[in-house]
């Protein structure tokens, strides 16, 4: 048994198993790389990392499945009854977001009425392109098996989320729309993509938080190492890449919504809900 980090309680409950899901990518990996170590102390809980792509979380929260999962914000009106927001966690990045790209440069007005090959319709992405462009049609592929379809003339656009935000240039395409950089001239705001929920019946939810929002901390305290371990996830992404995207979607809003933060959640969500995405009106809640 690994004893507390100095000064931290000591729990001698029953350990309390708890599976965590989240995309085998680098930053999800990242904020979790202290928690294979012993730098944090665990509080009773046992921690399991579950990998799936994202449009699977999605569709697990929906069943309840993982005790602790990264979802799309899109997502969290779904599973509002089940989950409650960790404060800490998400993926939020400021001008910057997922790209519509093609093989020729193009415009937004292009985009009207074209079909657009895309990560999941319950991904955040989709949802900022529909207050982009309204009705989309469109066509559901695996996230990293997009580039390659516009690339190869089976798609005419695509919708990039990951490292495809980094790397579509390397396939020789063009950036039609940026989704952050519109949100930021839209609202002011950054852009909420992903985030992390609890499920409401597991014991101590803000002694689980605590735990989770230290290693967080922890990775960023320490990101070498963080950051050697999170490259394991990165699908044969380059160093250089991994070590952009970590810094691009693991930052200070990641550590803590703040209020920013918590504003854009509520104002994505908000818009949402005016062009009848979800089933409900939403109830953003947050484990304390």
């Given at each position: 048994m690994?004893?507390?980090a100095?000064?931290a309680?000591c729990?001698?409950?029953?350990?309390?198993?708890?599976?965590?899901?989240?995309?085998?990518?680098p930053?999800?990996?990242?904020?979790?790389?202290a928690?294979?170590t012993d730098l944090?102390?665990?509080r009773?809980?046992v921690?399991q990392?579950v990998?799936a792509?994202?449009?699977?979380l999605n569709?697990?929260?929906?069943?309840?499945r993982l005790?602790?999962t990264?979802?799309s914000?899109?997502?969290?009106p779904?599973v509002?009854?089940?989950?409650a927001?960790?404060?800490?966690?998400?993926s939020i990045g400021t001008?910057y977001?997922p790209?519509v790209?093609a093989r020729?440069?193009?415009?937004?007005?292009d985009?009207?009425?074209k079909e657009?090959?895309?990560?999941?319709?319950?991904?955040?992405?989709f949802?900022t392109?529909?207050?982009?462009?309204?009705?989309?049609p469109?066509?559901?592929?695996?996230?990293?098996q997009?580039?390659?379809e516009v690339a190869s003339?089976?798609?005419?656009?695509?919708?990039l989320?990951?490292?495809g935000?980094l790397t579509?240039?390397?396939?020789g395409?063009?950036?039609?729309l940026?989704?952050g950089?519109?949100w930021?001239?839209?609202?002011?705001?950054p852009?909420?993509?992903?985030?992390n929920?609890?499920?409401r019946?597991v014991?101590?939810?803000p002694?689980?938080s605590?735990?989770?929002?230290?290693?967080i901390?922890c990775?960023?305290?320490?990101?070498d190492?963080?950051?050697?371990?999170a490259?394991r996830?990165?699908?044969g992404?380059?160093?250089a890449?991994a070590?952009?995207?970590?810094?691009?979607?693991?930052?200070?809003?990641?550590?803590?919504?703040?209020?920013?933060g918590?504003?854009?959640v509520?104002?994505l969500l908000?818009r949402g809900e005016?062009?009848g995405?979800?089933?409900?009106?939403?109830s953003?809640d947050?484990?304390?």
């Open positions: 690994v004893p507390p100095h000064g309680p729990y001698r409950r029953r350990a309390v198993e708890i599976r965590v899901g989240h995309s085998p990518d930053d999800d990996a990242f904020m979790y790389w928690l294979t944090v102390a665990t009773g809980f921690f990392q990998l792509d994202i449009q699977t569709q697990w929260a929906r069943a309840g005790e602790v990264a979802i914000l899109a997502a969290y779904f509002q009854d089940d989950y927001l960790l404060p800490h966690g998400a001008g977001g790209i790209v020729e440069p193009a415009s937004v007005d985009l009207r009425g657009i090959v895309v990560p999941g319709v319950m991904t955040t992405a949802l392109l529909r207050l982009v462009l309204g009705d989309v469109h066509r559901e592929l695996p996230f990293e997009i580039p390659d003339g089976r798609a005419d656009y695509g919708l989320i990951h490292e935000q579509f240039s390397d396939l395409l063009h950036k039609v940026d989704l950089e519109w930021l001239l839209e609202t002011g705001l852009l909420p993509l992903g985030v929920v609890a499920r019946d014991e101590r939810l002694d689980l605590a735990v989770l929002g230290e290693a901390r990775g960023l305290e320490h990101r190492e963080a950051l050697e371990y490259l996830f990165g699908r992404i380059d160093e890449v070590d952009r995207f970590i810094e691009m979607y693991v930052n200070d809003l990641t550590e803590d919504y703040g209020d920013e918590r504003m854009a509520s104002e908000r005016a062009i995405a979800f089933p409900r009106p939403v953003i947050f484990v304390a």
